[in-house]
């Protein structure tokens, strides 16, 4: 089999945190060999030379809490559609939520998620399962049989857990089964019905808002649990400065707990929602502009160690309603990635920082070989060019739904091409 060599990029290492000027050979759907400047004398005569002009090569994305709208929902993202939006934005592996219709709580509805995405979809698809029955919160699902199905994860994403026994049960089981639960961290008293977080905007805004307190709650609830449980814990969305404090005494106090957060409360905060902007309404509500900042400091010293695009498709009859009304959620994947470079143009993250967040990280929560630059790990890469300008055009995008609060906005940075098991998925035309 014929071998691909990179030549002239600017390799993003996240896990050694280097940026260096190099070349990638990749071989049989892995990375073969890597090194700094030019390479040298290749044995092989069948290799195919990319020169990538000076621009950024990284780990592809591994995005975790996408939601594909199959079964159930096909008219807001098919499995095809959103693989395609995934290969255009450089992620390389969709983990996917099971909050769909019928939920992914049985191992028939989690085998047929598999087939749909091996059929349908350019890149790689980890499905997650519900941890309890209909995500109701009352009966923990067959958490063995659906790992033997495939299931990396069990969360019901944003419906809490209210019943603590039920709660710990399940965590105690998922840990005899060496499960990760991934849970979503909200009082949800408080912020049932809540549009915005509560202060002065939402005060004027005449909008029902939730305290930040609700979060740290939240984790506090289910810190105590993973004391007493010693499960796997992942938080989905850390997005308060009050509830950072609870996760670093839970990591120093030796609990396996890991946390992410979104890129709309790491780039938007709660005035972006302006004049009821309903493309702005996501779960939890966007943030004031000092918690936005104390989260991208938390990414930057890795107390908060993954960002996701928590990829939620509405359609326009679920967005075009009175603010309160509205569905919450906007789609990401493809501005996933220049979103995050944002970041790395304002000088508060840069890009080994990004990609330990996008790729590393979620890699290693998951126990993937992927999201590094390494002899021997998959050849799931992204090419981009951070620099190039574009004005975003929501209907440009391949997601059936267009519901991003990025629409008509100046980005910067493209992604050039998608690579999964060193196969070209997406270019850029």
Known sequence: MSATLLTNARLIDPE??????????????????????????????????????????????????????????????????????????GVTTMVTRPDTTPTIDTPETLEFVNRRAQADTPVNVLPMAALTKGREGREMTEIGFLLDAGAVAFTDCDHVVTDTKVFSRALSYARSCGALVIAHPQEPILSKGAAATSGKFASLRGLPAVSPMAERMGLDRD?????????????????????????????????????????????????????????????????????????????????????????????????????????????????????????????????????????????????LAAGRLAVGAPADLVLFDPDTPFVMDRFALHSKSQNTPFDGQRMQGRVLSTLVAGKTVYRRP
Not at 49 to 55: A, E, L, S, V
Request: proline share 5%.
């Open 223 to 367: 810190i105590a649990l993973l004391e007493m449980t010693g499960a796997r814990y992942h938080a989905d969305q850390i997005t308060t400065a009050r509830a950072l404090p609870a996760l670093e005494r839970a990591k120093n106090n030796g609990l396996d707990i890991t946390a992410g957060t979104s890129i709309h409360h790491l780039t938007l905060n709660e005035l972006d929602v302006a004049d009821y902007r309903t493309f702005f309404k996501v779960k939890p509500p966007l943030r004031s502009e000092d918690d936005r900042q104390a989260i991208i400091d938390a990414v930057r010293s890795g107390l908060i160690d993954i960002i996701s695009s928590m990829h939620t498709p509405q359609d326009e009859e679920s967005k075009r309603l009175p603010f309160e009304e509205a569905a919450a959620g906007a789609v990401a994947l493809e501005t996933l990635l220049p979103a995050a470079l944002r970041l790395y143009h304002s000088e508060q993250l840069d890009l080994p920082t990004l990609f330990r967040a996008l790729s590393y990280n979620p890699a290693k929560r998951l126990g």
């Open 16 to 89: 050694a945190g280097t940026e260096t000027l190099g070349w990638v050979l990749l071989r049989d759907g892995l990375i073969a060999d890597l090194g700094a400047g030019a390479p040298g004398d290749l044995p092989d005569d069948e290799v195919e030379t990319t020169d990538c002009n000076g621009k950024c090569l990284a780990p592809g994305i591994i995005d975790i809490g996408v939601k594909v709208c199959e079964p159930g929902e096909r008219h807001k993202e098919s499995y095809k559609t959103a693989g395609r939006a995934a290969a255009a934005g």
